[in-house]
């Protein structure tokens, strides 16, 4: 099977090294995305465990698109009736355009026409469109004259971690993918492995960095919390691999829990440390965390030579946060 992981631009390298880590076959970097082979076990492991990837998509066809009756054929090719069970909702979600196909809702919209019309002569009933909560999500992506038409396995972004710190926000947020790139380029993984692992955050923010840190320390997959997947929905999806994958997750949180990173962080804008302090209750951390002022930051890792500081970025654009 063909997988491919979306990301922000500059996440590329990084991401790939991170897949690879999860022993995952056949990872090669494209501009702004990652593409994998494997088995479905493998995207679900990416799904569950990837801090860097924003979607995992599975690729169904790449189909031409020169221009809306290419693309209805070539939608069309694919047999829906392996994807959408019946009774299922879906959603399009199209992104990119070319000369002749020069807005992302009509190439939703003519792709929905076509797994429409293909499920009607099929089933003699269209499925519904459900733009809120759709069982299914279809990514529709155009480079010039070709669509890559794919399953989106995630549903919501996998930068939602599946808990909400964002009750009395007093600070600017960093986005859990961000926080966890400046980990990656820190290599945070080496520090981890020595089993104490030590971070000082400099301006510590909205404690995304934090929650981040700890939850590679404490060996927590960063989806074990999300109510709700893309692939749920989907008539492919193979629970029991799901199953497999998750329980293995959720036995390595267990063995890691009594693991105590050294947590550091330094912020004098007002409500920081209350914000940060939420931010891990909230992602269920267990760990200790201590605040202090930035000249007795030195003090507080006094014998932790191999201590990875960071400094919070929210004010920085996204390319800048990347390089």
């Known amino acids: 099977m063909e997988f491919v992981a979306t990301c922000p631009k500059g996440f590329e390298k990084l991401l790939a090294e991170e897949l690879a880590s999860f022993r995952i076959p056949q990872v090669r970097q494209l501009r702004g995305q990652v593409a994998f082979g494997g088995e479905l076990a493998d995207a679900y492991r990416a799904c569950l465990w990837s801090r860097l990837a924003s979607r995992i998509l599975l690729v169904?066809?790449?189909?031409?698109?020169?221009?809306?009756?290419?693309l209805y054929e070539g939608i069309q090719s694919v047999d829906w009736s392996g994807h959408l069970a019946p009774g299922a909702t879906f959603v399009i979600d199209s992104h990119g355009t070319n000369d002749n196909l020069r807005n992302t809702q009509f190439v939703a919209l003519r792709s929905k026409d076509a797994i429409s019309d293909q499920?009607?002569?099929?089933?003699?009933?269209?499925?519904?469109?459900?733009t809120d909560a759709p069982d299914v999500t279809i990514d529709v992506r155009l480079s010039r004259d070709r669509a890559t038409v794919a399953i989106d396995l995630t549903g919501e972004p996998l930068f939602h971690r599946g808990y909400d710190s964002r009750s009395a926000r007093k600070v600017a947020p960093l986005r859990a993918d961000y926080a966890a790139m400046v980990l990656a380029a820190g290599r945070w993984y080496r520090n981890v492995r020595h089993g104490a692992p030590v971070l000082a955050a400099l301006w510590a923010g909205q404690g995304a960095v934090l929650v981040e840190a700890a939850g590679e320390a404490l060996d927590r997959a960063p989806g074990l919390l999300r109510a709700r997947w893309g692939f749920e929905g989907w008539a492919g999806h193979d629970a029991d691999a799901w199953d497999a994958v998750l329980a293995q997750a959720r036995q390595r949180a267990e063995a890691a829990r009594d693991r105590k990173p050294l947590l550091v962080a330094t912020d004098t804008r007002p409500g920081a440390e209350a914000s940060a302090r939420r931010a891990l209750r909230a992602a269920g951390m267990d760990v200790d965390l201590t605040f202090c002022a930035a000249?007795?930051?030195?003090?507080?890792?006094?014998?932790?030579?191999?201590?990875?500081?960071?400094?919070?970025?929210?004010?920085?654009?996204?390319?800048?946060?990347?390089?």
């Open 295 to 323: 000249e007795d930051v030195s003090a507080a890792l006094a014998g932790h030579t191999d201590a990875l500081a960071v400094e919070d970025l929210s004010w920085v654009s996204p390319d800048e946060v990347a390089t």
């Open 60 to 70: 169904l066809a790449r189909v031409g698109a020169r221009d809306a009756d290419a």
């Open 119 to 130: 499920l009607f002569s099929a089933r003699g009933m269209r499925p519904v469109v459900n």
